[in-house]
């Protein structure tokens, strides 16, 4: 196959000033063909926007899954503590470290968060769930749900 | 004094928790006070009610919380935080169906998420 064909980098160190991708279709009964041109960028950055978006629902949904371990395995030590198996001060320690530091977070990346999560599992999370899942404070979590309700776009994924 | 409106914040040394689904999260830090904090979440006919004022009588994590003792919050969802591990729960017949007690041991916060289904639904009427 001709590498003019494929989008990979071309070797030079700068980028052809011409770029452009070819497309031809039609019927083989018809012989009607038609050809469209565009620029490779614009062709690339298409999929780009698509794998970025995948990426952010990719990244997303980890956190989740991770923050339901890290759940599960404080639960377990929890429990311990509950039947008596563990004295205070030392589950205080282990909690410790199962303690996460509110971090800031960008109210409309939130938001996004929070759609994504609704969408793919329908639940209807509480916003101190949420917090606890995006490792946020809750007030951060409240604001973005309502900045959800009060405007549609918000709803947009990137 | 009861209290149903949701996002009702309440605060006291002690506070006693009753609930049909308890819920104990991850820890966090807290960031006004540094101190870890034991989150929890309670479900299906829920209510905190405070046992102990907080000592002094000042609101620690919301301003517009109720501090006074005896003070009850109910709802369908309430959720909160204690400075302090909870310790084994209690389990208590009311009526038809058993319920869960829990007495927070260190200064808890509690509030209201979800109200009761059918006060929302008669103040969404008026």
Known sequence: MNNDWTLEKPDTPTPPSLDYLIRVYGSSEDKDMGISITETVKFKKHFDNVYDRFNFVKNTLVEVILSQRRSLEYNGFYNAFLMGQLPENRFVKIAKRFAYRPRPINNKLLSIKINILRDATNIDYTPSELADIFKCNVDHVRTAIQSISNSSKSLEVL | ?126
């Open chain 2, 1 to 126: 004094m009861i209290h149903t409106a949701i996002c009702t914040y309440i605060e006291g040394e002690r506070l006693y928790l009753q609930c049909r689904q308890f819920n104990a999260m991850t820890p966090s830090f807290d960031q006004k006070t540094g101190k870890t904090i034991y989150p929890f979440k309670m479900g299906i006919n829920s209510k905190a009610i405070i046992g102990e004022e907080l000592s002094p009588k000042v609101a620690i994590f919301r301003g517009k919380s109720i501090l006074d003792k005896d003070t009850c919050i109910k709802g369908k969802t309430i959720d909160g935080f204690s400075v302090r591990p909870f310790g084994a729960t209690q389990i208590i017949h009311t009526g038809r169906h058993r319920g869960r007690f829990i007495i927070t041991k260190g200064i808890s916060l509690a509030h209201i998420e979800i109200g009761f289904r059918a006060l929302l639904e008669k103040k969404d009427k008026k």
